[in-house]
């Protein structure tokens, strides 16, 4: 197990920006060096301390996804070992937990893809009926696997603050207002809705073959100066995804899950509004959470994270 990273202090690029888990990096005009550090969010809030390994693991996940789905949509990937673009003493900061990327303009939306009914779905349901402006059938229990999977997009919040589910109208409003003058912003709101879907149906079904369910999942796409979609940012990792095994599924309950949302029923049984700072873990709930994560990958991928 390497040293857990909780941010990158790499010096010989410029340091673009910090998201809630990945460090950004500017290369040139064309490539971003993207190191996936260690850090946890829930509820929007970054927590204290890193889960040990987890950025090597949410890595090596998308980079599995990147390829197993690579035929359905263009991806962000270069192919460049992101060590060669670092200096020599910072290329331990980058192994195994780093890519360079495409430069590219990115949709201001969450493209969620929801193949059950749990979450802010489920609470959207409760109240209302429907789900991003999507009206579902009465009766339907918590965790009910949906008839077909449906596309609810969310607004990316600022750190800090929470997404909001969103219409697919209002999706589309974004992405036209974001995107700009000469760019169809609304077609590529549709276009990323119709690549979720198939990224998702795709990845459950395999999923389903090594005994897990992807409940639902997180998206992000951008553009090139052609206009071209790319699937950019983390695909099907525990980090934007609720995996649950098949063999402990039952509607009714929220199922135990192989990704984050471990972290997040251990957060809610505290008193803490969800707003920043975040409490501290205990070390028996950063142990579990980063074998929850390997379990993941280990099970997804049939490979064992060295």
């Avoid at 197990?1 to 410029?14: D, H, N």
Wanted: overall charge neutral; proline content about 7%; hydrophobic content about 40%.
């Amino acid at each position: 197990m390497s040293t857990p990273l909780f941010e990158s202090s790499i010096k010989s690029l410029p340091l673009l920006g910090r998201g809630k888990v990945r460090d950004i990096y500017a290369i040139d005009a064309e490539r971003l060096l993207i190191v996936t550090s260690d850090r946890l969010s829930a509820f929007d809030v970054i927590l204290p301390e890193p889960i040990p390994d987890k950025g090597r693991v949410l890595t090596a996940m998308a980079n599995f996804w990147f390829e197993r789905l690579g035929h359905i949509i263009p991806n962000q990937l270069t192919g460049i070992d992101p060590e060669t673009v670092v200096a020599t003493d910072e290329r331990e900061q980058v192994k195994g937990r780093a890519l360079v990327v495409k430069r590219l303009q990115p949709l201001p939306i969450e493209a969620v893809v929801r193949g059950y009914l749990i979450g802010s779905g489920w609470k959207d349901y409760q109240h209302s009926g429907a789900v991003c402006g999507i009206t579902l059938p009465a009766g339907l229990k918590q965790a009910a696997r949906l008839s077909q999977p449906i596309f609810t997009p969310a607004s990316k919040a600022e750190a800090g603050a929470h997404d909001e589910n969103l219409s697919f109208a209002e999706a589309q409003r974004l992405c036209a207002a974001a995107l700009g003058a000469g760019v169809d912003g609304a077609a590529l709101a549709e276009q990323a809705r119709q690549a979720s879907i198939a990224l998702y149906s795709e990845a459950a079904t395999y999923a389903a073959g090594r005994g897990i369910i992807i409940a639902d999942t997180k998206f992000e796409f951008g553009i090139d100066r052609a206009g071209v979609l790319h699937l950019i940012d983390e695909v099907l990792t525990p980090d934007s995804s609720r995996f649950w095994p098949i063999s402990d599924y039952r509607e009714g309950i929220s199922p135990p899950s192989f990704d984050k949302q471990y972290v997040r029923d251990y957060l809610e049984t505290l008193d803490w509004n969800k707003q920043a700072p975040a409490p501290t873990l205990p070390p028996d709930i950063l142990a579990r959470t980063a074998g929850k994560y390997r379990e993941a990958y280990t099970r997804l991928t049939g490979q064992v994270l060295k």
